[in-house]
Nanobody
Framework: QVHLVESGGGVAQAGGSLRLSCAAS????????LGWYRQAPGKQRELVGT???????KYADSVKGRFTLSRDSAKNTVDLQMNILKPEDTARYYC????????????????WGQGTQVTVSS
């Protein structure tokens, strides 16, 4: 079992900043992708950004230039720095990890955190 523990979030004014953190723990050999998705009321869950182990980050077009991911592979953590927040960034943000099963390097399992709310007021 793998646990993703999120922290951060809250309420910010448009143009402001917030920072989210996620820490992964449990039974896994390694983590391929680690990052964040979000879901606004009445909408589907969408990618915010993820960082591939040993690779670069990818971001949704809507957050490029405003949001930055920082991954610490030694600690299995990922932070999301959100700047120049907009009301349309309001959503529940979920940490995501694609983990590699111990002793089965070709087998992966996806895990999700419980989510943390981000609300941006105009």
């Amino acid at each position: 079992q793998v646990h993703l523990v999120e922290s951060g979030g809250g309420v910010a004014q448009a143009g402001g900043s917030l920072r989210l953190s996620c820490a992964a723990s449990g039974s896994f050999a390694s983590i391929n992708d680690l990052g964040w998705y979000r879901q606004a009321p009445g909408k589907q869950r969408e990618l915010v950004g993820t960082v591939r182990e040993g690779g670069s980050a990818k971001y949704a077009d809507s957050v490029k230039g405003r949001f930055t991911l920082s991954r610490d592979s030694a600690k299995n953590t990922v932070d999301l720095q959100m700047n120049i927040l907009k009301p349309e960034d309001t959503a529940r943000y979920y940490c995501y990890a694609e983990t590699v099963v111990p002793y089965r390097p070709l087998e992966t399992i996806d895990y999700w955190g419980q989510g943390t709310q981000v609300t941006v007021s105009s």
